[in-house]
């Protein structure tokens, strides 16, 4: 019972802060937030993503890019461009590296107002910090598996968020239905996205990339959506004005902060 906690438990809390605060917050700036929450989130992303956390330098950049190019041959994580969804995180693996480790200079435009932290980026790169988090994981399987086929558990939680970003590039662009007729392939692959958070709404939010609520037809629930609602009714963040929501200029913030 512990063991099926902690792994949900930490699926469910990762997947969250990818998609409110890297990719909603932090690429798009769907919504705003004092400079103090944004580094208490900021910090909640690296706590609960651990050992795969994505710098969020290196996620918007590669994720601006892939809506300005979406499914073309520029886009950095397509299957349009890949025969199976390992070569597809490789190659997404090598240039999201490129961008978050700094070798390699983005467009200006793709570097825009992003929550730059690089003492955090610094210390999730390091290898002792990595090997911490491995250990935490490691330990707390020994202390709480109590069959053998538990374990086959614990290398998910070494590389969750590029299991996450696997299912969101691959089946979001693959697999399901689309609400609109657009240039890419995007397609909403669940009704009621209880995997990702609503991710997997990528053809609603391909069309409408400021649009903080992914759910568009009366059936699409959209978990994260309500959450940004209640944390801007409690004044933790702050929504834009409707017409800037469906601005669908997709490739970068309305107006980076
Ligand atoms: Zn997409
Ligand atoms: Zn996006």
């Not at 795969?52 to 918007?60: D, H, N, P, T, V």
């Not at 662009?173 to 609109?180: K, P």
């Not at 692959?189 to 209880?194: G, I, M, P, Q």
């Not at 994260?224 to 929501?245: C, D, K, N, S």
Request: glycine share 6%; proline share 5%; charged share 20%.
């Amino acid at each position: 019972m512990a063991i099926a906690i902690f792994f949900v438990g930490h699926w469910v809390s990762s997947v969250f802060f990818q998609t409110f605060f890297l990719h909603r917050y932090g690429a798009h700036k769907q919504f705003t937030m004092s400079k103090r929450w944004e580094r208490f989130f900021h910090l909640c992303t690296y706590l609960t993503q651990g050992s795969s956390f994505l710098s969020a330098r290196g996620y918007a950049i590669l994720h601006r890019m892939h809506h300005a190019y979406s499914d073309g041959p520029k886009d950095p994580h397509s299957p349009e461009n890949h025969s199976n969804v390992f070569t597809m995180m490789l190659a997404t693996k090598h240039r999201y590296d490129a961008f978050a480790y700094r070798r390699e200079e983005p467009e200006a435009r793709f570097a825009k107002g992003i929550p730059d932290w690089p003492a955090l980026d610094r210390l999730s790169q390091s290898w002792p910090a990595r090997i911490v988090w491995l250990a935490g994981y490691t330990l707390f399987y020994a202390a709480f598996a109590n069959h053998w086929w538990m374990w086959l558990f614990l290398p998910a939680h070494f590389v969750m968020g590029p299991i996450h970003g696997a299912i969101v590039n691959w089946c979001g662009h693959r697999y399901g239905y689309r609400n609109f007729d657009s240039d890419d392939v995007s397609r909403n692959t669940l009704v009621f996205d209880f995997l990702t958070w609503g991710e997997l709404f990528q053809n609603n939010h391909h069309r409408h990339a400021m649009r903080p609520n992914f759910g568009v037809r009366w059936f699409e629930i959209d978990p994260t959506w309500q959450v940004i609602r209640l944390f801007a009714w409690l004044g933790i963040v702050e929504l834009r004005p409707a017409h800037e929501q469906v601005d669908s200029d997709d490739s970068l913030p309305a107006k980076a902060a």
